[in-house]
């Protein structure tokens, strides 16, 4: 019995001197473990806000964008505070970044239309082919960009309604600008019978480019006869505008031409109603007049150029 309590003794003291080693040894790794993880995190915090304020000067650069690249930085220092914090703790470092890696390509494999929305987000926020309050049309879908995120874009349409659309569809498709160049060109094209007065019918549109203020005079306006058919002659009255004024100028100069040639008594039966041939679909598309009045004299009407 004195032997065997002997021996729990000396146990009991050998354990206590291994844990007694083994919390000195490692109070100092856990001490250093946690001055690691607050200089790093302190270090991250600050490289990123400079990161920050660095990428935020470089012209061009969306906030979005700079953002972005901000977070990435901050988030990589983390992880490589993260694998030296470890590494303190006599764990294989090696290991851990082979762990790491292939959990990063498992993640973007599962991850892979997600990761094509951010590269695509990327590409649309450094060439910006479309910028906040531009009208753009593509291939499916139209409407002005309310907003420009890494993953999606969000659109408002013609009619109110509000549409987010993929940034890798916008990426991998045309995109027509409505709103990017100053000004824009328009082309009204109105037909005649052969019995009208071509030269009066030419002079008149020429006086209702030039009499608004908004036809540009640099391109001049002009007017030119661009086809002949059996029954009639078309026209086309062409002239320039500012991108703010085209729609509001080509649906009142519809409605001069239409009352102009109303006073002159000449109409074309086998035509439709002014329109802009390339006028895009923002507002709902203009009704047609009715043909043949009673009580009024033949008014010529347009023809839509397709």
Not at 82 to 95: D, N, Y
């Amino acid at each position: 019995m004195e032997q065997q309590a002997s021996d729990l003794i000396i146990a009991t003291r050998s354990a206590l001197d291994q844990a007694s080693a083994l919390a000195v040894q490692y109070s100092f790794s856990i001490l250093g473990a946690i001055i690691l993880l607050i200089v790093g995190w302190v270090t991250a915090s600050l490289i990123s806000r400079w990161a920050y304020e660095g990428i935020s000067r470089v012209r061009g650069i969306d906030e979005t964008l700079a953002r972005f690249f901000t977070n990435v930085v901050r988030y990589a220092l983390l992880v490589l505070v993260f694998v030296t914090v470890l590494g303190q703790f006599g764990v294989q470092t090696a290991s851990i970044i082979a762990t790491l890696g292939a959990a990063g390509l498992a993640v973007g494999l599962a991850l892979q239309g997600t990761l094509q929305n951010i590269a695509a987000g990327i590409m649309l926020l450094v060439l910006r082919p479309f910028r906040v309050g531009e009208y753009i049309e593509t291939s499916s879908v139209t409407g002005t960009v309310l907003e420009i995120g890494l993953f999606a874009t969000e659109l408002k349409t013609g009619d109110g309604l509000y549409r987010l659309a993929p940034n890798s569809i916008l990426w991998n498709t045309p995109i027509t600008n409505y709103s990017r160049q100053p000004t824009r060109q328009n082309d009204l094209k109105i037909s005649i019978t052969h019995k009208d007065d071509l030269d009066l019918a030419m002079e008149t549109l020429m006086k209702l480019a030039t009499a608004d203020k908004r036809v540009l005079k640099t391109p001049a306006p002009s007017v030119f006869i661009d086809s002949l058919s059996d029954t009639a002659v078309s026209m086309t009255l062409r002239y320039w505008a500012s991108t703010g004024d085209w729609w509001s100028l080509s649906r009142d100069m519809i409605k001069r031409i239409k009352l102009a040639f109303d006073k002159m008594g000449q109409v074309d039966d086998t035509s439709a109603p002014a329109q802009p041939s390339n006028a895009p679909t923002i507002e709902p598309a203009l009704e047609e007049a009715p043909v043949n009045a009673p009580g009024r004299k033949r008014t010529p009407r347009a023809s839509p150029q397709t």
